[in-house]
């Protein structure tokens, strides 16, 4: 079950559920007026009369409700409608059986009841001053209670639901003997119910189109919905959950970026303005680390994003959180600009490392290569060489082998950057990493030399003297 549908019955069950909520006046009110009067008693105006032998079995039914025995209930109020189907208090006892169905988890017949009664002028079918709007508000409150019983409600269902909550908000026909004090007691009761059951008719099509995985449809639900709960922390981050669903379907960062944004929001609000416990949002902000870290490649900015949040239900426009991948070719734009020479070797060198001995034989044997800067690390032989070691990723690993068309007249100088291009790639080893490439010593610029020693002549002993 969503928490949704959890939070709502947990309050429905401690408020008025089945409008059977001892203290309320509008449940004592309605409790009073659903009672027809005793057949010695003065009736209420307009005149209803009993007949012989009703009395006892309307009053079995009352008594079951009161008593919270819905399933009995149910059976004395069909008892009574058998044996008096043409009762003055026909519609009284409507009232009856929307309680009773909606205590005995009947929730679909209770729904389809109130929307008979409330398909038209509810309080002309109820005319009486004193005990007319209590039936009314009985249906309505039990009503506005009974949709967060349904597993899956109708459209029809959640429209006679918000018929019954929005009524309850504004219903202002007090009944004969309130004070106006009474009347405004009254709705600091019965608000709250009616205001909880249009937020849960807002938001279930997004928690049901999300169990679907019908993200789309969960996105528009929740989009409107957070435009008339901004401060919702749920719904923030149900709206999250239905753009985490896009993405994953569409691979569209902006949605992942609005997700990071709306569960940070939710995360950080203030628990009790947002409706949320901390330990709630102690769970999203996990989340929310999970999934910025799993973007974004760290956690990096993830304290701004979270101050940033509260300001607003909705991110500022250009919004975007930057992905991994982003961070990673800016970083790499930026090593290559400064550093070109450098970025098109390791380029290469990946590309080499990847596909090995086989991918250099298939793609890059005897093609010419870019230009290339690298370290001189020695020269074979030492004296007029004709092959250069170089470095080129650091200033110490010999990774290409520069065969030269002439040897070089001397010694070349180890330490010293050179530049070359026109070179043909010959060879490669995989292990140790080497390319060997053909080279004109004419074409390498950088290249410092010294003259080489002259060769060690080894002297002859001297002549021993005869003796």
């Known amino acids: 079950m969503h928490i949704l549908q959890k939070n709502f019955r947990a309050m429905a069950t401690a408020a008025i559920l089945t409008a059977a909520v001892a203290g309320m006046p509008a449940v004592a009110l309605a409790q009073d007026t659903a009672k027809p009067a005793a057949p010695d008693a003065k009736p209420a105006a307009p005149q209803k009369k009993m007949q012989e032998g009703e009395y006892d079995a309307y009053n079995a039914a009352l008594v079951d409700l009161g008593k919270n025995d819905f399933t009995k209930a149910l059976a004395d109020l069909d008892a009574w409608k058998q044996k008096f189907p043409n009762s003055e208090y026909a519609t009284d006892g409507k009232v009856l059986y929307i309680r009773a169905y909606a205590g005995a988890k009947q929730p679909a017949k209770a729904i389809d009841l109130a929307g008979e009664l409330l398909s038209g002028d509810i309080d002309a079918v109820f005319p009486d001053p004193k005990g007319g709007p209590g039936l009314v508000l009985s249906v309505l409150v039990t009503t506005a209670n009974t949709i967060a019983q349904l597993p899956t409600a109708t459209p029809d269902e959640f429209a006679v639901a918000r018929k019954a909550a929005d009524m309850l908000l504004k219903y202002n026909r007090k009944a004969e003997g309130y004070t106006d004090a009474q009347w405004a007691q009254l709705h600091t009761q019965v608000d709250p119910i009616a205001k909880q059951a249009i937020y849960f008719i807002t938001v279930s099509p997004g928690v049901e189109a999300l169990q679907k995985k019908d993200y789309d449809t969960a996105e528009g639900v929740f989009r409107k919905a957070l435009q008339q709960y901004p401060e919702n922390a749920t ?233």
């Open 235 to 467: 719904v923030a981050s149900n709206l999250a959950a239905a753009l985490v669903g896009e993405y994953i379907k569409k691979s569209d960062p902006a949605k992942f970026s609005e997700a990071l944004y709306l569960f940070a929001r939710a995360a950080s609000v203030d628990a009790t303005t947002g409706g949320v416990t901390k330990e709630w949002q102690a769970n999203v902000a996990k989340s929310l680390t999970s999934y910025y870290t799993q973007f974004h490649g760290a956690t990096d900015g993830l304290d701004d994003l979270e101050a940033l949040a509260v300001k607003s239900p909705t991110p500022p426009e250009g919004f975007a959180v930057k992905t991994g991948a982003e961070i990673d070719k800016e970083k790499q734009d930026a090593f290559t600009a400064a550093h070109p020479d450098l970025a098109r070797w390791l380029g290469i060198k990946k590309l080499l490392t990847d596909g090995g001995e086989a991918y250099f034989k298939d793609n890059m044997s005897d093609a010419g290569m870019p230009k290339f800067k690298g370290k001189v690390l020695e020269g074979k032989p030492a004296c007029n060489s004709k092959e250069l070691i170089v470095a080129m990723s650091d200033d110490t690993t010999p990774e290409v082998t520069l065969k030269l068309d002439t040897p070089i007249k001397g010694k070349p100088t180890a330490g010293v950057d050179i530049t070359w291009d026109g070179a043909v790639a010959k060879a490669f080893t995989a292990a140790p990493f080497n390319l060997t490439m053909e080279m004109e010593q004419a074409k390498i610029e950088g290249l410092e030399k010294t003259a080489c020693a002259p060769p060690v002549t080894k002297k002859s002993a001297p002549p021993t003297k005869k003796q």
